[in-house]
């Protein structure tokens, strides 16, 4: 759970801008921060979710990123 002191609210704001600033990355996830460590949760229907820890790890401030995110199989798939 994000503790909504500054510092994490200001991290989660500036991990979920650079992810909004990325070119090619297609997916919506769900971003939290306690104390330097952020959280990426969600599904995502690619490989997305490396893109996205990368993305993370290179904003400032952050110390670790935990990645809480689900690989969606395509329909087709689903069904065969």
Do not use: C, F, K, Y
């Not at 704001?13 to 600033?21: F, G, K, N, P």
Request: charged share 25%; glycine share 8%; proline share 4%.
């Amino acid at each position: 759970m994000t503790r909504d002191t500054p510092g994490n609210v200001d991290l989660q704001h500036a991990v979920t801008a650079a992810l909004e600033r990325s070119d090619g990355l297609e997916t919506t996830l769900t971003v939290s921060a306690h104390e330097g460590v952020v959280t990426l949760a969600g599904s995502v229907d690619d490989e997305s979710n490396v893109v996205a820890q990368d993305i993370a790890e290179n904003v400032p401030g952050v110390t670790g990123v935990a990645v809480e995110i689900a690989l969606r199989r395509p329909r087709d798939e689903e069904a065969g």
